[in-house]
């Protein structure tokens, strides 16, 4: 089946920095979404892409739809502490079964003050 | 709106005995999904379901069932829980292929 692989799988950094997490697969993908997901909640939706090239921003997030159809990836910038919890990419294939969505591992981000 | 509730929030099966998760959505979304969640492993796709009276089986299966006999539920059943069931389940909906709308899951352990 489709698979997605999201890096890095945790992200340790300094309150102000900027981060960097990335998805990719070797399927055509028609939508990438970007979710993020805080203790003892379900994820909740960021930013959502649904054209080759596409960049979208949602305030300090701006997240890329890859030009091959194979990769997103998803920028924070000057991070703060309530940025923390695990940002998940996810996915609709272009072959049938689009109503699928594929989720990527995740990737765990902590905020030093 | 309250927009994806699910019921209960936390549950303790013993093995063999059966339970069903609740899914609702006031959002007259035609999709929803009910997804498991274990520890480093993403979301895996269980069911899912394009509309009322039609569900498709998604990548995880085995040992659950769903129906789908209105827009807004989508009831999760398990019949003989086993401990590989124990996991955090959310339940999902969408507008078509636009993005999901998750509820705040359900935590359930099989001893």
């Known amino acids: 089946g489709q698979q997605l692989n999201q890096s890095p799988q945790s992200m340790f950094i300094q309150e102000g920095e900027d981060v960097s997490m990335n998805c990719t697969s070797s399927s055509i993908f028609n939508t990438w979404l970007w979710y993020k997901q805080d203790p003892g909640e379900g994820p909740v939706l960021l930013i959502a892409l649904y054209k080759a090239g596409e960049l979208t921003s949602n305030g300090r997030l701006t997240a890329q739809f890859g030009i091959t159809r194979k990769d997103s990836f998803l920028n924070i910038s000057a991070s703060i502490p309530s940025d923390v919890g695990i940002y998940f990419c996810?996915?609709?294939?272009?072959?049938?079964?689009?109503?699928?969505?594929?989720f990527g591992k995740g990737t765990k981000l902590t905020v030093n003050p | 709106n309250a927009g994806v509730t699910q019921t209960p929030k936390f549950r303790i099966l013993k093995i063999g005995q059966s339970m069903t998760l609740q899914c609702a959505q006031d959002m007259n979304h035609n999709y929803m999904y009910w997804y498991r969640q274990d520890p480093g492993m993403g979301l895996k796709l269980i069911y899912y379901s394009v509309g009322a009276g039609i569900t498709d089986k998604g990548e995880v299966p085995n040992g659950y069932n769903v129906s789908r006999s209105t827009t807004e539920d989508f009831p999760l059943r398990l019949e003989l829980a086993a401990p590989s069931q124990t996991s955090v389940y959310f339940c999902a909906s969408s507008y078509s292929l636009q993005g999901l709308f998750f509820g705040s899951g359900t935590q359930l352990s099989v001893l």
């Open positions: 996810a996915g609709r294939g272009a072959q049938g079964g689009s109503e699928k969505l594929v």
